[in-house]
């Protein structure tokens, strides 16, 4: 099947400076690739989440949320979007939470093999206080004021929580890590991007992105 990732109709071109935009076919808004979900059509016409965004097919794009997720598929969104029968799998939102976890897992385990990742509330304490950090990671069942002592120390840098402890952990051959810290770099942006679009699938997930300008206004999103 060859790639054609193809506008939908009222997208921008793609010599447009707004080219590598897509718009949700649920909200209708406009928003980067990189902020969205996509999805393309198998052959035997079964919905397939491409969160690594490298599928062959048209794209079907959504914002990572599990509610814009259950609403696509309760509307038959996505089949009037591909204009073609769609079946979607029995519990795509726990999938694409699934895999999206498994990415950024796959991600932290990259940049610790790299020497670009590290854990534990000392090492990533003392990395945030001299300036040696492009994303600080919390447990998302992590301990409150472990993560506001390091938080403060590397208030500068962007801040994620999406990941429990133990799915930390098996980045590191732990059982449960608390604190991780990435260095700058394109690991770092790829692993804030995933743990963007995973916060919108999990309760109490928290995302400080400062360099976006509206996560800068905010400051730390929570997402219930």
Do not use: Y
Not at 58 to 76: H, Q
Not at 174 to 194: C, E, N, Q, S, Y
């Amino acid at each position: 099947m060859k790639s054609d990732d193809a506008p939908l109709p009222g997208d921008p071109p793609s010599g447009s400076p707004n080219g590598s935009h897509r718009r949700c076919i649920v909200t209708g808004e406009l928003h980067d690739r990189g902020a969205l979900l996509r999805f393309v059509v198998a052959p035997d016409g079964e919905l397939v989440p491409d969160v690594a965004g490298r599928l062959p097919g048209r794209g079907l794009w959504l914002t990572p949320r599990r509610d814009i997720v259950e609403r696509a598929v309760a509307k038959r969104l996505f089949a009037r979007a591909a204009r073609r029968p769609i079946s979607a799998p029995q519990g795509l939102a726990d999938r694409i939470e699934a895999l999206l976890a498994q990415r950024c897992c796959d991600a932290l385990g990259l940049a610790r093999r790299a020497g670009q990742a590290i854990a534990g509330f000392e090492r990533v304490a003392d990395a945030a206080r001299h300036g040696r950090v492009g994303l600080l990671v919390f447990a998302l069942d992590g301990a409150e004021g472990g993560r506001r002592k390091v938080a403060a120390l590397g208030r500068e840098v962007p801040s994620a929580g999406g990941l429990t402890g133990a799915e930390l952990g098996a980045a590191f051959g732990r059982d449960r890590v608390a604190h991780v810290a990435i260095g700058p770099g394109p690991l770092a942006d790829r692993l804030m991007t995933d743990m963007r679009r995973i916060a919108g699938f999990r309760a109490g997930a928290t995302v400080n992105d400062l360099t976006s300008p509206a996560a800068a206004g905010n400051g730390e999103r929570t997402v219930a």
